[in-house]
């Protein structure tokens, strides 16, 4: 709250200039107690109904310039400290001061000896690696954006889960209160490791959950592909790319799913649980076959269900693996219209 928001609630503290005049300009149609019975006639109160409608349009209008403006000065005002680690990194061409600070629309880069360190709104901090581009799209507290056009950054975020978020060119990284390191190709091939808690990765719709210990790639056009341990066997690498990534009619899918399958501990659920809802109807009845083997379907959860996709029964199966509840998740979707 400021002074300007004191004055409209008391008339305390210093009064805008727009408010002034607004009030100035409404003041003849201000009330002065008359009863109902002492209203002018029919034809009185039609003329005071074409004065004031076009009056309070007026007004109307006013506030909501007032509002915007107010709000763009904000979004202008919202920022950052940034310091260089080594070398030059530049803000928007300049290089980085003392005092050094980025704002929302502003642009990061370090070349290739060059590193910079993000303070995120006292909700985290950001490293950038050189030959990094990284923008600011919002840094407003309740939405911290940024958008990782190329590079390597590592993100450290105590911040409540939602509030930060890195978009890449092919997927969007949704910080549920973590450690992670995200890369982003010349292509705009991304991937990322968690280094402890929970990333999400989303694109048009296709999410993956990476936890910690986990890495997940994606690719531009793709979206996001299934998340696997580091310590996944061997062989899990190169067969999730082509499942996730390759073509449709790609001769390597079957052996790619066969190793996949055959390789499975029950800490690889994790991978085939994202694969449930992937590929075609007969890749994603060989996985629920498998996964049952590995960690059984929770009491109500149906084969039927899984293999017609119903989200609830994949949500069950997920908190069956021990892996936190999905439930965080979806309540976040909700609250902040993520579709």
Same mark, same amino acid.
């Given at each position: 709250?400021?002074?300007?928001?004191?004055?409209?609630?008391?008339?305390?503290?210093?009064?805008?200039?727009?408010?002034?005049?607004?009030?100035?300009?409404?003041?003849?149609?201000?009330?002065?107690?008359?009863?109902?019975?002492?209203?002018?006639? *029919?034809?009185?109160?039609?003329?005071?109904?074409?004065?004031?409608?076009?009056?309070?349009?007026?007004?109307?209008?006013?506030?909501?310039?007032?509002?915007?403006?107010?709000? @763009?000065?904000?979004?202008?005002?919202? &920022?950052?400290?940034?310091?260089?680690?080594?070398?030059?990194?530049?803000?928007?061409?300049?290089?980085?001061?003392? !005092?050094?600070?980025?704002?929302?629309?502003?642009?990061?880069?370090?070349?290739?000896?060059?590193?910079?360190?993000?303070?995120?709104?006292? %909700?985290?901090?950001?490293?950038?690696?050189?030959?990094? #581009?990284?923008?600011?799209?919002? /840094?407003?507290?309740? /939405?911290?954006?940024? /958008?990782?056009?190329?590079? *390597?950054?590592?993100?450290?975020?105590?911040?409540?889960?939602?509030?930060?978020?890195?978009?890449?060119?092919?997927?969007?990284?949704?910080?549920?209160?973590?450690?992670?390191?995200?890369?982003?190709?010349?292509? &705009?091939? &991304?991937?990322?490791?968690?280094?402890?808690?929970?990333?999400? %990765?989303?694109?048009?719709?296709?999410?993956? %959950?990476?936890?910690?210990?986990?890495?997940?790639?994606?690719?531009?056009?793709?979206? +996001?592909?299934?998340?696997?341990?580091?310590?996944? +066997?061997?062989?899990?690498?190169?067969?999730?790319?082509?499942?996730? %990534?390759?073509?449709?009619?790609?001769? &390597?899918?079957?052996?790619?799913?066969?190793?996949?399958?055959?390789?499975?501990?029950?800490?690889?659920?994790?991978?085939? $649980?994202?694969?449930?809802?992937?590929?075609?109807?007969?890749? #994603?009845?060989?996985?629920?076959? #498998?996964?049952?083997?590995?960690?059984? +379907?929770?009491?109500?959860?149906?084969?039927?269900?899984?293999?017609?996709?119903?989200?609830? @029964?994949? !949500?069950?199966? $997920?908190? /069956?693996?021990?892996?936190?509840?999905? !439930?965080? $998740?979806?309540?976040?979707?909700?609250?902040?219209?993520?579709?």
């Amino acid at each position: 709250m400021t002074e300007h928001d004191d004055y409209l609630w008391d008339r305390s503290g210093d009064a805008d200039p727009d408010v002034v005049r607004l009030e100035q300009l409404l003041a003849p149609l201000a009330h002065r107690g008359e009863r109902l019975r002492d209203l002018p006639d *029919r034809a009185v109160r039609r003329s005071v109904v074409r004065v004031v409608i076009p009056l309070l349009t007026a007004a109307a209008s006013i506030a909501l310039v007032i509002a915007g403006a107010d709000f @763009a000065a904000r979004q202008r005002g919202a &920022g950052w400290a940034v310091e260089a680690l080594d070398g030059a990194p530049l803000v928007d061409g300049r290089r980085i001061g003392a !005092d050094g600070s980025i704002r929302a629309g502003e642009a990061l880069e370090t070349d290739a000896d060059s590193r910079a360190r993000l303070d995120v709104g006292g %909700f985290g901090t950001v490293e950038i690696e050189p030959d990094t #581009r990284l923008r600011i799209v919002s /840094a407003r507290d309740e /939405a911290q954006r940024l /958008a990782l056009d190329r590079g *390597r950054i590592h993100a450290l975020i105590w911040a409540p889960p939602g509030r930060f978020a890195v978009s890449t060119p092919s997927a969007t990284a949704i910080d549920l209160g973590c450690a992670y390191t995200l890369d982003v190709d010349p292509a &705009g091939h &991304g991937l990322v490791q968690v280094i402890s808690g929970w990333v999400a %990765f989303e694109d048009a719709g296709r999410e993956s %959950f990476i936890p910690e210990g986990a890495i997940c790639a994606t690719r531009r056009g793709r979206g +996001p592909g299934t998340p696997r341990y580091l310590d996944a +066997p061997e062989g899990y690498e190169a067969a999730l790319a082509t499942l996730d %990534f390759g073509a449709p009619d790609d001769p &390597g899918r079957a052996a790619a799913l066969d190793l996949v399958l055959r390789e499975a501990r029950s800490r690889d659920a994790l991978t085939l $649980w994202h694969l449930l809802s992937r590929g075609s109807p007969d890749e #994603r009845a060989r996985v629920y076959d #498998r996964m049952a083997a590995l960690v059984p +379907p929770p009491v109500g959860v149906t084969r039927a269900a899984i293999l017609r996709r119903d989200q609830p @029964a994949l !949500d069950a199966w $997920w908190n /069956a693996l021990g892996l936190d509840t999905a !439930d965080w $998740w979806r309540v976040w979707k909700t609250r902040w219209g993520r579709k």
